[in-house]
């Protein structure tokens, strides 16, 4: 909060005073304050810390309930301000100066008497009555639109009408249409049963209100139908709020029970339903935004604000993590690359698919990750967050304990280093953290005192160990220093900087100003093309990233390479503390990191762009290419990969096959892997998984047009394990020839008697009847050893034997490889047949002659058959037996109603006999 202010008023007091509304005026800088006491305040916001009352508007009839405020952006000295009250009254206030002044000032202002008693009161009161006659920059009108309290006014342009809502079952909605070039306004109201609406919103493109009401309902209303189009069904408490996302042709509603739903407006299906995030407790009320721009969620609460989201739709790229991955790093041990992201979320691939096979989720609670690492062993994995905290776990997402960097207080912790005994953090201040291991016995652990003063000037931002003897550990700070420090003795040992020679420079007594001709004279030397004003930018020096090289001698090549500000690149030698060379390994950039593999043949950059470099660092830099002077020629590069579109925030090498693959992690929330040519092999998450178990993969691959820098040449002497092509016998061809080959010993394109295609020509009949690159799979996999042996302790089965006699065989005739199921059958030609005499003419049948044959008389089928079926000779005989069983209890039960019957119908006889002989007696 920058500033806060009271607001008062003569009609109450103020702790009586109510603000029921405020609406910001964008382009006049003023804010509009609707009061309980039946004033609408506008207030100046300028730079100074003072919040004064510009204009009062009072003498309203109702107490304004709700504001809107619109301005043409065309032309902003055209705005509307609008209200609604408590009588159902809509105000309108047309201003056409907005811009300059909302209500000129008269030259004899009647209000100067009554401010003599308060000078500071600068304020210019008006009467709302008095607007149609004394301010000519303010055109003020009002219309009955409502029975019942005003809930939300709006202007809509593209309507040219003002829409308005109340809690009522009768005009609930209402849209007052203004008449061009005149003062009236026709009113349409619209009904909404059971409550009301308590607020609306309207989408310019789809061009639907969408109503918030109290019957649990949201409609979808046409402007110019009183019938709602439509309605979203699904809430189970009153909609307080809806807004639309015209973007994405969605909207979001919101109810009592604190429930959110996003709909589809045009399937008008809830598509998304979040609940239980929000505060509980009684609230007055609930203000809802959405902003376009930024695609964010606000919901105002009594004492909370909330903000939502909404994360972009990415179909053009595939994306590993919801958020950005800050380490991605290969487990030997399990075959599978480990990827944190910054919400906390770690997930585990197969490195020869790309298929997830773990997902651990909220590893920080609500803090977010910023590296991770594994322990010696492969079998725990190290996090740490900006709390502080620092978290090990095993593989299937078990915490076992938490080492507290900074003694319970938020911090950034840059790098984890797992060592032998004890485990090194850095990141957020000058010194060294550690926690050895005697002290990791418990949930909780507490950090240990480092034995050596500090030696920074500023944070440390990354280590690294060397693993044989000294054992010697690297720090880089922030300001450019590099410390290397014994880890037995935890004492350092020297320092090494760049920044610091150059910096001794400016103090030189007798160089005199600095210029760019003495600068480059003392200290770094700098090439043709670097810009001399990189060096002073403090960020320009930063330490990110430091690796030894633990495969060359000590003492003799140099051991350590360091990166950081500006895209530099540096190769150390520990043992004298002298800088071996320097590059630029990406240029204009602000920082990089990078990483090399166990052989140490390969070194990978990556910058803030999402540009990596592979460069070829195994002969680069060792004793027999050390001179006196530092080598600032950079190194071979091998390829350039951009297969990201952000910031590389992690780089790691693996090796499967005996091939090398990079593995890269981005802000673009996505996990690459590369090979050394530059070519996507795929990103983790993708649907179609990739296969990793022929070395011959990379043959089938086409690389990417833009994978090699433009400005650099690649090397032609690595090979990554495609078989090399002889060009000995190219060599002694044009050897003769000054024309072909310069004197750097490369091969000159310029002739025209050596032509490109006449040297290299591809057969792929001959790549595939090439045995020496053939991946044999029954000796190389463990499937294939496991069939091998299955079938060589099968019995033999006996072969068919050959066919020796040449008349079967086609091949011999013909001269065709047989092929088929009657390739080998015999063949034999047939004997000539010889001619037949023609049958006599008896034994053919003339045309009209009668049918011999044919049946003159057909019987019916009665009169077939020999016997009549009857039912004796159809049912079987106890289904008979049954029936008549069945007659017989029917006969039964027919004989004793009858009987019953004729009992009752004798007895009414007599009875009606008897009745007769009295009446005829009495």
Known sequence: ?????????????????????????????????????????????????????????????????????????????????????????????????????????????????????????????????????????????????????????????????????????????????????????????????????????????????????????????????????????????????????????????????????????????????????????????????????????????????????????????????????VCAKYNKNMNQVVSVSQDGTMYMWLLESGQRVKTFTELHDNYEVITMDFDETKTRILTAASDGMIKIWDLNGNCYHKLEANKGQNCDVGQILSLKRRIIAVGWQKAITIFRDNMINSGLVKPDEWKAREEHEEDILCADIM???????????????????????????????????????????????????????????????????????????????????????????????????????????????????????????????????????????????????????????????????????????????????????????CCKHNITYVIIASSDCSVSLNDLNGNLIGMFGQDSHWRLESPTTSLRSTPSKNRIAPDTKPTPNVNFGIPKIDLTSVEQKYNQNDEIIDSNGQISLSSNRFEIEETFKFDANELINDTSIRYNPWSKTLLGKSYQEIRTKKRDRKQPSLIRNGEYEIWNKTGQVPGGLYGSLKMVELDNIETKKKLESKFFKERNAPNLFENKSEKSLAESLRYAFDEKTLFPKYILDYEARMRQEHKKIINRVSKENDIVRIGMTKRNESSLSLTQNS
């Open 467 to 653: 693993l044989n003897p000294p054992l010697f550990l690297a720090t880089g700070g922030f300001d450019g220093d590099i410390v290397i420090w014994n880890s037995v003795t935890e004492h350092p040992v020297r320092h090494l900087s760049a920044r610091k020679r150059i910096l001794s420079a400016k103090f030189e007594p007798n160089m005199g100003p600095r210029t760019s001709k003495n600068y480059k004279s003392f200290g770094r030397r700098f090439s043709k093309a670097e810009p001399v004003v990189d060096t002073e930018n403090d960020f320009g020096f930063a330490i990110t990233c430091l690796r030894f090289l633990n495969t060359r001698a000590h003492g003799k090549d140099c051991t350590l390479v360091s990166c950081g500000g500006n895209g530099w690149v540096r190769f150390w030698e520990v043992n004298s503390g002298k800088l071996g060379a320097e590059f630029t390994a990406h240029k204009q950039v602000n920082s990089v990191i990078m990483d090399i593999d166990e052989k140490e043949h390969f070194l990978a950059t990556g910058d803030v762009n999402g540009l990596v470099k592979i460069w070829s660092i195994k002969s680069y830099c060792i004793s027999s290419t050390l001179k006196i002077d530092t080598i600032t020629k950079e190194p071979s590069l091998l390829s350039s990969i951009k297969s990201h579109s952000d910031q590389i925030n992690s780089i790691n090498f």
């Open 1 to 325: 909060m920058t500033n806060h202010a009271r607001i008062h008023s003569d009609s109450c007091r103020s702790k009586d005073l109510w603000v029921t509304d405020f609406v910001h005026l964008q382009n006049a800088n003023k804010i509009v304050l609707a009061l309980t006491t039946k004033e609408i305040t506008i207030y100046e916001l300028n730079t100074k810390l003072e919040f004064n009352c510009q204009y009062r508007i009072h003498n309203l009839k109702a107490t304004p309930l709700c504001l809107d405020y619109w301005f043409d952006p065309t032309n902003p000295n055209d705005s509307i301000l609008t209200w609604g009250d408590t009588a159902g009254y809509i105000h309108k206030i047309l201003f056409n100066s907005a811009t300059i002044s909302l209500f000129e000032r008269p030259a004899t202002n009647s209000n100067d008497m009554k401010n003599q008693n308060k000078p500071n009161d600068t304020s210019l009161d008006i009467s709302i009555n008095e607007i149609k006659d004394k301010y000519k920059n303010a055109v003020y009108m009002s219309y009955k639109a409502h029975n019942a309290w005003v809930r939300q006014v709006k202007w809509i342009k593209n309507l040219d009408a003002i829409v308005s809502c109340a809690t009522a079952s009768k005009q609930s909605l209402t849209i007052g249409w203004f008449v061009k070039k005149s003062s009236q306004v026709k009113v349409t109201h619209m009904n909404v049963s059971n409550g009301g609406i308590n607020g609306f919103d309207y989408d310019p493109n789809l061009k639907i209100i969408a109503t918030a009401n109290q019957n649990t309902l949201v409609n979808l209303f046409n402007p110019y139908v009183h019938e709602p189009n439509g309605i979203l069904k699904g809430h189970s408490a009153i909609v307080l709020a809806v807004r639309f996302m015209s973007a994405r042709s969605q909207l979001i509603t919101f109810s009592a029970d604190r429930l959110i739903r996003i709909w589809n407006v045009q399937l008008q299906i809830c598509i998304q339903r979040i609940a239980n995030i929000f505060p509980k407790g009684p609230d007055v009320d609930t203000s809802c935004f959405y902003d376009e721009m930024t695609m964010r969620f606000f919901i105002a609460f009594r004492y909370t604000l909330m903000l939502m989201e909404i994360k972009p739709e990415i179909t053009d790229r595939v994306m590993s993590h919801s958020n950005s991955v």
